[in-house]
């Protein structure tokens, strides 16, 4: 399984960026789903996360301009980024939890990483 992140880019504040995540191979199911960032010198953090039902959550500092969509059928993960911020800038990175993925004769639950993909937001 692996799972391929797009979308970022370089936007002024006050703009807008959509980033997709898209898993392939061979995959049952995924429980979770969720975007991650990494600004320069900081630590990774969680910013938003949904559910195979729906069920969406977000950090604070993004709630009412983050949007977190996923299409179960294609495995793919969305964040629609609104109204950026400067400090929205970093590293975005798509996450994979509880993915239900056959390994030899067993079906394993595991866990997987997107590359990430850059987004800088200018003042």
């Known amino acids: 399984v692996q799972l391929q992140a797009s979308g970022g880019g370089l936007v002024q504040a006050g703009g807008s960026l959509r980033l997709n995540c898209a898993a392939s191979?061979?995959?049952?199911?995924?429980?979770?789903m969720a975007w991650y960032r990494q600004a320069p010198g900081k630590e990774r953090e969680l910013v938003a996360w949904?559910?195979?039902?729906?069920?969406?959550y977000y950090m604070d500092s993004v709630k009412g301009r983050f949007t977190i969509s996923r299409d179960n059928p294609k495995n793919t993960v969305d964040l629609q980024m609104n109204s950026l911020k400067p400090e929205d800038t970093g590293v975005y990175y798509c996450?994979?939890?509880?993915?239900?993925?056959?390994?030899?004769?067993?079906?394993?639950?595991?866990?997987?990483w997107g590359q990430g993909t850059l987004v800088t937001v200018s003042s």
């Open positions: 996450n994979a939890v509880k993915v239900r993925t056959p390994v030899g004769d067993k079906v394993r639950e595991l866990e997987f």
């Open positions: 949904i559910y195979s039902g729906g069920t969406a």
């Open positions: 191979g061979i995959i049952i199911s995924i429980h979770e």
